[in-house]
């Protein structure tokens, strides 16, 4: 997802583009990588707390979706509570801080910009869902 919006938001400064028209297909772009993510997986219960080991592979569908990715057949996901306004863009990243068990609903994780260092903004993590690719016999 990273910069995949760039060419969206471009489009915006063609004054024969609504803006509108721009977000409605940031939203079909996010929805469709959502769905290539989850495909073939089915939901489970969700979860209060990431556990530590599955925070390697991190996924940015929007600013309010995040997926952790555990190998080919798990996949996390949290709708965030609120929005971390920008992290889909490529140019912030997701600092989380944990303690004991691991990254928690409404844990608070900082947005920090790439190129200076400086945090520039925070949000809250949801519960954690995980989808699994359902065992054949």
């Not at 495909?39 to 969700?46: L, N, P, Q, Y």
């Not at 309010?64 to 140019?91: M, P, Q, Y």
């Amino acid at each position: 997802a990273a910069g995949a919006h760039r060419d969206l938001l471009l489009a915006a400064r063609d004054a024969r583009v609504a803006v509108h028209d721009v977000a409605v297909g940031v939203v079909a772009q996010a929805e469709a990588e959502l769905q290539k993510e989850l495909s073939g997986k089915v939901a489970g219960k969700a979860q209060s707390c990431l556990p530590n080991h599955s925070r390697n592979d991190m996924v940015t569908i929007d600013d309010a979706t995040i997926l952790f990715k555990e190998g080919r057949n798990l996949v996390w996901r949290t709708d965030l509570k609120g929005r971390c306004n920008g992290i889909s863009s490529g140019h912030y990243a997701l600092v989380t801080r944990t303690y004991g068990s691991g990254l928690c609903s409404g844990d608070i994780a900082q947005v920090a910009d790439l190129q200076s260092g400086m945090i520039v903004g925070s949000c809250v993590m949801g519960e954690f869902t995980p989808y699994r690719t359902p065992k054949t016999d």
